[in-house]
């Protein structure tokens, strides 16, 4: 079993800056993090979810919405254990809640590949 908890979401004006953090455990039977790509998807009222951002943790590849691209980065820490979302000139329709999941997968914006997934936090951009 391998467990997700994200972090960082919150309120911020149209222009600004969060940092949404995933925090990745497992058992080492469960979770090789060479195994996996961790990725971050979005949901927002009425809407279905929609892939933003994936990172390959043992390449280091990365794949992003094309919505996002030149705001969003991700990234993961050395021990592969959390991955990052900083998002830049977030708009008003970057209002969502914002789950990680993992997967044994290559990296891919498809929630279809990924098999463990986060309770979500809020992340609200005002006009």
């Known amino acids: 079993e391998v467990q997700l908890v994200e972090s960082g979401g919150g309120l911020v004006q149209a222009g600004g800056s969060l940092r949404l953090s995933c925090a990745v455990s497992?058992?080492?039977?469960?979770?090789?993090?060479?195994?996996?790509?961790v990725g971050w998807f979005r949901q927002a009222p009425g809407k279905e979810r929609e892939g933003v951002s994936s990172i390959e943790l043992f390449s280091g590849s990365t794949k992003y919405l094309d919505s996002v691209k030149g705001r969003f980065t991700i990234s993961n820490n050395n021990d592969k254990n959390s991955v990052y979302l900083q998002m830049d000139s977030l708009k008003p329709e970057d209002t969502a809640v914002y789950y990680c999941?993992?997967?044994?997968?290559?990296?891919?914006?498809?929630?279809?590949?990924?098999?463990?997934w986060g309770q979500g936090t809020q992340v609200t951009v005002s006009s």
């Open positions: 497992g058992a080492a039977s469960d979770f090789t993090p060479d195994d996996y790509a």
């Open positions: 999941a993992a997967g044994v997968t290559i990296v891919t914006l498809s929630d279809y590949n990924y098999d463990y």
